[in-house]
């Protein structure tokens, strides 16, 4: 059965450069940076090698698939393991008013499906499992490994079981960090399969309603519906007819 990891959500990116892969495969490498709670992991982002030029300098948004690739350096006898994403979309930039903003970057999304390798009694004490993913990066059978912990911190997960080895699941989360070639990720949501799904028939899909958002509005806006707010209240010198009942009864 397919296993995936993809990870959607914010990434930066600097140092775009012309880069050969294995099989002769060019990609444009960036150094890349994934916003987490406790800082920015650093990452290999790679684009599509037959794009005009790699991405300029800042934050992007997109879906990547993530692989982990152990580099070895000039002279270096260690290996030391680093994640590895691959655009499958067109990364957009994130607009200045996002970046301008002094609240933190959201960490971005993983979506892992894949079947649970280990679910012991050594990790069952923290609440956790762990899925290996075979997948395509730049070359066939790229693995990742993630060690998918329940939050203690939500209550909705305080009697969700464990999953079986052996189990395929598909687990929503966000990452928390990157050890020993291991990624660490917080559930926030996770389906157990695979499952019999019966669609509906139907002629065609309903038509659907758009609105606009204002995604830049602050305090004007803001100071602009509580002033449409106040008035709407009824006037402290002339109570409504609901309130005088009230006060008659």
């Avoid at 079981?161 to 395929?168: A, E, Q, R, T, W």
């Avoid at 949501?189 to 606009?212: F, H, Q």
Wanted: a negative charge; glycine letters at 8%; hydrophobic letters at 35%.
């Amino acid at each position: 059965m397919a296993t995936s990891c993809n990870v959607h959500g914010v990434v930066g990116v600097r140092n775009g450069r012309a880069f050969t892969y294995a099989h002769g495969k060019t990609f444009w490498k960036h150094d890349g940076f994934l916003p987490l709670p406790s800082g920015d992991l650093a990452v290999d982002f790679f684009t599509f090698g037959g794009d005009p030029a790699p991405l300029d300098d800042g934050p992007y948004s997109g879906i990547a698939r993530v692989v982990s690739q152990t580099t070895v350096g000039t002279n270096v006898e260690t290996t030391d393991p680093v994640l590895q994403l691959f655009a499958t979309d067109d990364f957009a930039a994130v607009p200045p008013i996002a970046v301008e903003s002094d609240a933190p970057m959201p960490s971005p999304a993983f979506i892992v499906v894949g079947r649970v390798c280990r679910s012991n009694l050594e990790v069952d004490q923290n609440r956790a499992f762990d899925i290996d993913v075979s997948q395509y990066g730049a070359a066939p059978q790229q693995l990742i490994r993630l060690r998918c912990f329940y939050p203690s911190s939500h209550s909705r997960f305080v009697k969700t079981p464990l999953p079986n080895v052996s189990k395929h699941v598909v687990v929503h989360g966000y990452l928390a960090g990157f050890d020993h070639g291991r990624c660490l990720i917080h559930v926030r949501d996770i389906s157990l399969g695979p499952g019999e799904i019966v669609s509906p028939a139907g002629d065609s899909p309903p038509s659907m309603t758009l609105g606009r958002f204002d995604w830049k509005g602050k305090g004007a806006k803001r100071a602009k519906y509580e002033n449409d707010f106040d008035k709407d209240q009824p006037s402290s010198s002339q109570p409504t007819s609901s309130s005088s009942q009230s006060i008659c009864t």
